[in-house]
């Protein structure tokens, strides 16, 4: 299988706070993992891609400050939403590839964040 | 900069019914291309990836082809399920890099 899993699943939370999202590749390793984020009615934009061990790429017009990415195993990678605003209200989702298939990203289930 | 666009953005069909989604892209220099399907409030399952040397893949009641000279995907559903009803979203991937540039996707749903 290849399971991906994301937690929480959704979270309220008040402006001006920092959020945490976790992913994690349940029955694989993952040397890559990507963020994604979809505002309602819109298609997936990639946000970052995040390597285990090194320093996440981000996609152009990504706040790297404001969207802390850390990828410190083969299994986890937590994306840190910083000072949140309602603008960053969306739906973030995460994917990972094995190691050893470089062909299909698998996708986690998303993590619905409401910035109060 | 790749643009990848899906026409119609909804359609409704009757139960059983064969239909078309459509999938166009700018730049046809492409790795591969990949078909998913997102339910409401969910992630992404993917159903069928086709690479840029093949000419259709088929998964079941699935049949997606890719001309990438026109720059275009089909995803083919055979005798259409209330189970289908879902959004579809392609995805182009390009040689040397990972990322997925995904399409603004097709609401689908199925009446029974």
């Known amino acids: 299988g290849a399971v991906v899993s994301q937690h929480p699943s959704w979270v309220i939370c008040k402006s001006g706070t920092s959020v945490k999202i976790e992913c994690r590749s349940l029955d694989f390793q993952a040397t890559t993992m990507f963020w994604y984020r979809q505002f309602p009615k819109q298609s997936l934009m990639l946000m970052a891609t995040s390597n285990e061990g090194s320093k996440a790429t981000y996609e152009q017009g990504v706040e790297k400050d404001k969207f802390l990415i850390n990828h410190a195993s083969l299994t986890l990678s937590t994306l840190t939403v910083t000072s949140a605003h309602p603008e960053d209200s969306s739906f973030y989702i995460c994917?990972?590839?094995?190691?050893?298939?470089?062909?299909?990203?698998?996708f986690g289930p998303g993590t619905r964040l409401l910035v109060l | 900069k790749q643009e990848v666009t899906q026409i119609p953005a909804a359609l409704s069909v009757p139960e059983g019914e064969n239909l078309v989604l459509n999938c166009s892209f700018t730049?046809?220099?492409?790795?591969?291309l990949q078909w998913f399907r997102q339910d409401p409030g969910k992630g992404l399952t993917s159903l069928l990836l086709?690479?840029?040397?093949?000419r259709e893949q088929t998964s079941g009641r699935l049949n997606a082809s890719l001309d990438k000279s026109s720059g275009r995907s089909t995803l083919y559903i055979a005798a259409s399920q209330p189970g289908d009803s879902a959004t579809y979203l392609c995805?182009?991937?390009?040689?040397?890099?990972?990322?997925?540039?995904f399409g603004t996707g097709t609401r689908l749903t199925i009446i029974p």
């Open positions: 730049d046809s220099a492409i790795y591969n």
């Open positions: 995805a182009v991937r390009h040689f040397g890099n990972e990322k997925l540039t």
């Open positions: 086709i690479q840029s040397s093949q």
């Open positions: 994917s990972a590839r094995k190691v050893a298939a470089q062909e299909t990203q698998y």
